[in-house]
């Protein structure tokens, strides 16, 4: 599986471990316990490539992997021709219950296998080009017959418009202006018709006279534009969109009064995907035990905890990877080892070392994972993150430069308050380490 990575993709992995960050792409190369969601996944993937719409939760502790599972799910779609597109939900900056801001924040992030973020330009792009050879496939006009050309590829865009018109007028109408700036070379008008198409606020009020749309979306015009944009990519030649809403968890921290809406909004989206509303959408959320079983999270609207409801057992391996719910069961001393190989000879790969694996073996590695687990109160659902940072910024990294560095002679393992998060901060901090004033 190592070979089958470009070195660009190897560096890429390895810079973002050496972050402390998830990795953007190569995450086949990593997954670890995974093999039991693969045909789940994957049918989910072609029921809404033929059309359908589908929505899935997944709950996990934190350093349980969600954010790792929705990116490998991801690399996974876009291998079979999915838009991809993933949102951190947030109080300030993208609260849930402004789906306007969702949906804004949806297109810049927005990707695909051969497009970077944000994709809605060469999208659109592609969209107009799919119209144009449409119209050509057909014979009856001369490629060399612009004026002929232009006006049968308004013709069929009028007609591929018609379905988005009746939900979405200006979205439509947007995209009907959008093309004609393109065809006359006014690329400023373009530019701007394309930040209202991806919902972005104030756009100037010339660019919308010259499409004919009033004013900024709102929550119901971001969710008609997402039906737009899912027609979009479906004309211009792609399976679907894969939506992650991730870290929904944070909703329970904030003022009774939004939470209230988000999780409103939350129920409305997931009833629009199962209505049918959004063809071609393949909805995930992630979120802790916490959100999905508690008081202050899904089980405060009673409608949404019975859309999400899902029975699980007190033994994992036998979880209905195709229930609404799945539930990662979080890291085991012997995964973080397996994790641990993998990166170790991933990374001998990339910088041409093959002294790495030598010095980092499986012993080394099951050493390395039992000091960082107990740093961190002997909770391995916490530790991925930072033996990962550790495995290649502190050890890997210097056998690789150093040939007589040996980690088991001249590394002790340490951990900053300042390098963990306050999950990880509090793991590491036991009840010996409080003074109490008696």
């Known amino acids: 599986?190592?070979?089958?990575?470009?070195?660009?993709?190897?560096?890429?992995?390895?810079?973002?471990?050496?972050?402390?960050?998830?990795?953007?792409?190569?995450?086949?190369?990593l997954a670890v316990g995974l093999d039991r969601f693969t045909n789940a996944m994957d049918a989910d993937l072609d029921?809404?490539?033929?059309?359908?719409?589908?929505?899935?939760?997944v709950r996990g502790e934190y350093g349980a992997g969600k954010t790792f599972f929705t990116r490998w799910l991801a690399e996974r779609a876009k291998r079979r021709g999915f838009a991809v597109s993933e949102v951190q939900i947030s109080e300030t900056e993208t609260p849930l219950h402004r789906m306007e801001?969702?949906?804004?924040?949806?297109?810049?992030?927005?990707?695909?296998?051969?497009?970077?973020?944000?994709?809605?330009?060469?999208?659109?792009?592609?969209?107009i080009f799919a119209l144009e050879e449409d119209v050509l496939a057909d014979g009856s006009i001369?490629?060399?017959?612009?004026?002929?050309?232009?006006?049968?590829?308004?013709?069929?865009?009028?007609?591929?418009?018609?379905?988005?018109?009746?939900?979405?007028?200006?979205?439509?109408?947007?995209?009907?202006?959008?093309?004609?700036?393109?065809?006359?070379?006014?690329?400023?008008?373009?530019?701007?018709?394309?930040?209202?198409l991806g919902g972005q606020p104030h756009v100037a009020a010339a660019i919308r006279r010259y499409a004919g749309v009033k004013g900024d979306l709102d929550h119901f015009g971001a969710m008609s534009s997402l039906q737009g944009l899912l027609t979009v990519?479906?004309?211009s030649g792609h399976a679907g969109l894969l939506l992650v809403l991730d870290e929904v968890e944070t909703l329970q921290r904030v003022r009774s009064d939004a939470r209230d809406k988000a999780l409103n909004a939350l129920r409305q989206l997931v009833d629009d995907v199962y209505s049918g509303r959004f063809p071609g959408l393949y909805l995930v959320i992630t979120g802790t035990p916490a959100f999905y079983d508690g008081q202050q999270g899904v089980q405060r609207l009673a409608p949404l905890a019975?859309?999400?409801?899902?029975?699980?057992?007190?033994?994992?391996?036998?979880?209905?990877?195709?229930?609404?719910?799945?539930?990662?069961?979080?890291?085991?001393?012997?995964?973080?080892?397996?994790?641990?190989?993998?990166?170790?000879?991933?990374?001998?790969?990339?910088?041409?070392?093959p002294r790495v694996t030598a010095v980092v073996d499986a012993d080394?590695?099951?050493?390395?994972?039992?000091a960082v687990t107990g740093k961190l109160g002997g909770q391995v659902g916490v530790a991925p993150r930072v033996f990962l940072k550790k495995l290649v910024s502190d050890v890997?990294?210097?056998?690789?430069q150093y040939d007589d560095w040996d980690p088991r002679e001249h590394y002790a393992l340490t951990l900053r308050s300042d390098e963990l998060t306050d999950v990880e901060r509090n793991a590491a901090t036991s009840a010996d380490d409080i003074d109490l004033q008696l």
């Open 47 to 57: 029921r809404v490539a033929s059309g359908s719409s589908v929505f899935k939760a």
């Open 396 to 400: 890997l990294d210097r056998v690789e």
């Open 233 to 235: 990519l479906r004309d």
């Open 101 to 127: 801001t969702v949906y804004r924040r949806l297109v810049e992030q927005l990707s695909a296998e051969q497009f970077p973020p944000s994709a809605l330009r060469p999208i659109l792009d592609g969209w």
């Open 364 to 370: 080394y590695i099951a050493e390395l994972a039992r």
């Open 1 to 29: 599986m190592t070979a089958d990575v470009s070195a660009r993709r190897r560096q890429d992995i390895i810079e973002a471990l050496r972050r402390g960050a998830v990795p953007m792409n190569g995450l086949d190369v």
């Open 306 to 353: 019975q859309r999400l409801a899902t029975d699980f057992g007190p033994d994992p391996r036998w979880d209905n990877p195709r229930a609404t719910q799945v539930r990662l069961p979080g890291f085991t001393i012997d995964a973080l080892v397996e994790l641990g190989g993998k990166v170790t000879e991933l990374y001998a790969a990339a910088y041409d070392c």
């Open 142 to 196: 001369d490629e060399e017959d612009a004026e002929a050309l232009d006006a049968a590829v308004g013709e069929l865009l009028e007609l591929r418009l018609a379905e988005i018109s009746r939900s979405t007028p200006g979205f439509a109408a947007a995209l009907r202006a959008y093309r004609t700036a393109n065809a006359d070379g006014d690329h400023a008008t373009a530019d701007g018709l394309a930040a209202w």
